[in-house]
């Protein structure tokens, strides 16, 4: 396949996942400011739109974070270039760039989600219909993503799909766990506090793990273990263990295909030694917000070399 | 202005239904008007979701535009198709050997029966071209001939498209669409398919690829990209013929070869479609700024190591002053009588023609010669004043710029309207594929209609739509 190809899909399934768990962190993000007073709410959406990496960008346009504001900048505003629209919009600019190398089935999920959120958003968002907006947000991306697994070949185009998907969901999952436990914890006083345990509640929400969580450590809520689960445990879908499990398989596949290994098989390998055989006490002895971040660029590199390895580019 | 009597192509002046017609008639009247306007409707949600859409340059907003799709087929009996389908490759045969020679020899000059200056002003001309001949001698592998009609027996060409004749993803679409919607229709009137025609496009290409190429050539579809009007074709076909789509940054000469970058490493390919213009093909030959095409593709094309569809320099036919002569070109070339007729064309390079064209503006249709898709024409029974004043100060000004035909009485076909069935004016455009084993007609072609009433102007990009064209299996 092309390079070029490889990269569009590569990057199609990246916006595409980048856009739901945006808006899985919205919906958590929302739940939070029902729980809560006007005054923590505002708090809550500050929050939200520092874990997406959105602050910045959302000061330069607002100088409040109410709940309207923040609802629409996050979700559709122009003035955000990663808002989920302007995200789904991009897999679907990819996909149709791509087009010959998708099914229909894919096509058509990934279209009829660009249409029906257009539809959606043409106006303003307001609060009222966050709930009714995001949730439409996930039915889409999980047709697009049950297309995807129903309809397309196990080929090289398929491995693309999925390591972008999975490059994504462990960068954006080790992102909510560290700007959770690093940033928002507003002082260690306030560590096993009803406040700290509603924040761990809520990353759990933002990536859908909260019933898997109790399920499993029925009634316990504490940062170690739900670092665990969430670094450590590959049965969980959005687990670091489990993406790169993945990520694993299908760099597999790619280089078996490929007839050779690449420099991206041993940078894999490299990150593998820091998720396997570890317990949630190494992590935590070297400190969580060292090891996200460190995992996080690693994630980040690894991207890279892929692109290098596959000659996306050039 | 009075409306002229049109032939419709499914009843005759009298009301009773053309034999074509019978078959889908009568199932017609069997069926209940609201579930059809019903049907009309869903045709159109059918076509957005598929993402079947026409990008329109210069209109922002609508950036992905349907081309509307009128649910009422148009049928041509198979007697008649066979008679149509011989003209065409008469013509095909006979533009092929024009370019030919127009690019060696220039016999057909040299006869006096074309004059020079023609093809000397003709932009698309292109003296990289002179003395070479392409993989298999053939300069137009795919050609859409557009034929508009008169009267029963009356089918005329009015224009030759060599260049790079688009639409075929509409004529398959079409088809899909009517055989989803009405199922129970196809089993009662036997239709001949059009579904084979991305396997004979890869078939018919692959026959043209160069010597170096294996058992299995190498086909990839060029196109300019995702913003290019014709895009969804683009992907389509590709799609379709299981070739890639490749973009000018995908490609780059490797070793004498035009490769494209894949995963593994740089892949030759032997035969690439291209959908971008000749222009754009090789900054270092064309246009230097091009960024759609290939650095140094002229070169390896000369080498014989790459086909590339259609040649460059098969423009020429399209000009609409060379199409004036395209009689004479069919008989110089294949020495019999041209089977179809052009539509009468003044040129007006000739002082006499002139004269005749400015003294008749307000009857005739004024075309660019190397104007396409409806822009820059004048229609006069359908001008102002102030519209005709405007052109014919265009026309003097440039006289050898333009030709004028006669306002024709395109045939009509009923569309699907709210109201029930409307005439529309029609034409066809039938899809011919040409290589060194043949030349390979699709049955039908792609129907263009003027959706608004009294129309002639059924190009898309000026609101025309489309409909399935059926040839019967009889």
Redesign the interface.
Known sequence: ????T?NGIFWMYRYLERAENTARLMEAGHRMTLTRGAEAANEEWRSVVSTLGLKSSYEEHYDDYSGAHVCDFVVRSKNNPLSVLAMFEKAR?NA??C??SLT?EV??AI??GW?TLTEMLRRPLREANLGTVLSVVRRESTLARGATHGSMMRN?IYCFARAGTFIERADNSARILDVKYYLLLPSLAHVGTALDSGQWDNVLRSLSGERAYRWLNAGRMDARSIADFLILDDRFPRSLAFCYAELRENLAILSRM?GSETAANALLREADLRLTGKTVEDIFDRGLHEFLLEFISSNQALAQSIAEE??FN? | MSEPANFDEMSGPDGTIRPAYKGYHDWLSEQDGSWMRRKSFEAESLFRRTGITFNVYGQEDAEERLIPFDIVPRIIGGGEWRRLSRGIEQRVHALNAFMHDLYHRQEIIRSGRLPERLFRSNTAWLSQMVGFTPPGGIYNHIVGIDLVRTGTDEFMVLEDNARTPSGVSYMLENRETMMAMFPELFSRVKVQPVSNYPRRLATSLAACAPACAGEHPTVAVLTPGIYNSAYFEHAFLADQMGAELVEGSDLRVVDGRVQMRTTRGFKPIDVLYRRVDDDFLDPLTFNPDSVLGVPGIMDVYRAGKITIANAPGTGVADDKAIYSFMPEIVEFYTGEKPLLPNVETHRCADPDSLKYVLDNLEELVVKEVHGSGGYGMLIGPTSSKKEIRAFRAKLEAKPENYIAQPTLALSTCPIFTRKGLAPRHVDLRPFVLMSPKGIDITPGGLTRVAMKKGSLVVNSSQGGGTKDSWVLDD
């Open positions: 396949m092309l390079g070029r490889a600019t149709r760039a087009r010959s229909a096509w058509e279209n009829e249409m090289e490929h596959y000659r050039s």
